[in-house]
């Protein structure tokens, strides 16, 4: 299985995170010991807007399909992490 360390997967993650506004990708792999952890598999995670007009809600969609692409296409999706 390919690796990464820990801080260029941090950095992929952070760079990507910093350009979404109210959705973020996350690991949702079952973490554990290291060498002993899922491999890397991104999912997405959106905050709540409440009720909103509908060009808001077509924004919010967009900005989620773009997360989706991100999650889908994470460079270390796969991969181990090491410590």
Not at 13 to 41: C, F, H, Q, T, Y
Not at 60 to 70: G, P, S, V, W
Request: aromatic share 10%.
């Amino acid at each position: 299985m390919k690796k990464v360390s820990y801080r260029e997967y941090s950095k992929a993650i952070m760079g990507i995170n910093s350009k979404l506004e109210n959705v973020m990708i996350i690991n949702i792999s079952r973490d554990g010991d290291p060498g002993n952890a899922d491999p890397v598999e991104m999912g997405v995670n959106w905050y709540s807007i409440g009720s909103v007009s509908t060009e808001r809600a077509a924004e919010f969609a967009k900005e989620l399909t773009e997360a989706i692409d991100l999650a889908k296409n994470f460079p270390y999706n796969g991969y181990e992490i090491e410590y």
